[in-house]
């Protein structure tokens, strides 16, 4: 399966120099780069605290996996291709100006953890022949790393309090969307999809509604507001580092949510490449056809 980590390189280090790359060729305005600048530090601290969880391998594995469902939307959109219906909100509003920052952030790890993280838990499962139950706990110890991410994030591109009033339809949108209960979201698509996988049709109907109804949020949280200047808004590309916790080894699991509501995005712009959907539900793991 295509990992879209395109150096040679393998693990999370592979996965950490390709973020690099990307946060080095976008200037820090750009949508893309925003999420990119608050994932690295997400894949910096889950390798940092790789020894700390209970099957290392697992979680590196998935952590890969992960990661290469984003770089390969990022590799689709540089080739001139539709990514899936869950990225295009982002990469189409990637340089709106009245887009504001934390929205960007925000709507990357909507459609990373809604739709990719349970395709990606999936793809681990299979490949390393571990049932979904074995890697749940390991699963809810990344929640407080990715709590502490959020909580920065929000605090360092929240607008300041001379324009909060003006742009307060955004504060009420995006108070509404939280990193625990996405993940528990995407927990519940994990169990689903899961059980899915003996019937084919039923499983890339799930995995095609799903893509589409992230991608629907995603254009919601991306709702332009109002103009800003970009350049006061972003910090600086290391401003999240030193907020971020270290993974607790005594952090507890969280019970399982319900699922995202099954719904379909409307058409993107642009043109559609050949075989972009099947390339997704392949590299999956869902089988095709």
Request: hydrophobic share 45%.
């Amino acid at each position: 399966m295509p990992t879209g980590i395109t150096d040679g390189a393998r693990g999370i280090d592979g996965v950490v120099r390709r973020l690099r790359a990307i946060a080095a060729e976008l200037p820090p305005t750009d949508g893309v780069a925003v999420f990119n600048r608050m994932y690295l530090t997400v894949t910096e601290g889950v390798g940092a605290g790789l020894d700390g969880f209970a099957d290392p391998t697992a979680v590196a594995e998935l952590d890969v996996l992960f990661a290469g469902r984003y770089l390969l939307a990022v590799d689709a959109v540089a080739a001139g291709r539709r990514p899936p219906a869950c990225w295009r909100p982002l990469f189409e509003l990637r340089a709106d100006p009245e887009v504001h920052p934390l929205q960007f952030a925000l709507a990357g790890m909507n459609a990373h953890i809604q739709h990719d993280l349970p395709l990606a838990v999936v793809d681990t499962c299979r490949r390393l022949g571990r049932e979904p139950e074995q890697l749940e706990d390991d699963y809810h110890r990344i929640n407080g790393l990715l709590a502490g991410v959020e909580t920065a994030v929000r605090e360092q591109l929240m607008p300041g309090p001379d324009v909060l009033e003006r742009l307060e339809p955004m504060t009420h949108r995006i108070g509404a969307w939280s990193v625990d209960t996405a993940r528990e979201a995407a927990w519940g698509s994990v169990r689903l999809l899961w059980g899915l996988r003996g019937r084919p049709s039923a499983a890339r109907a799930c995995a095609t509604a799903l893509d589409g109804a992230v991608g629907l949020l995603g254009r919601a949280l991306l709702l332009p507001l109002g103009l800003r200047d970009p350049a006061a808004d972003v910090p600086a590309p290391d401003a999240l580092e030193s907020d971020v916790p270290a993974l607790d080894a005594q952090a507890p699991g969280t019970p399982v949510a319900g699922l995202l509501p099954v719904a379909r995005s409307g058409p993107a712009t642009g043109g559609r490449a050949p075989g972009g959907d099947q390339a997704q539900l392949e590299c999956s793991g869902l089988p095709s056809a």
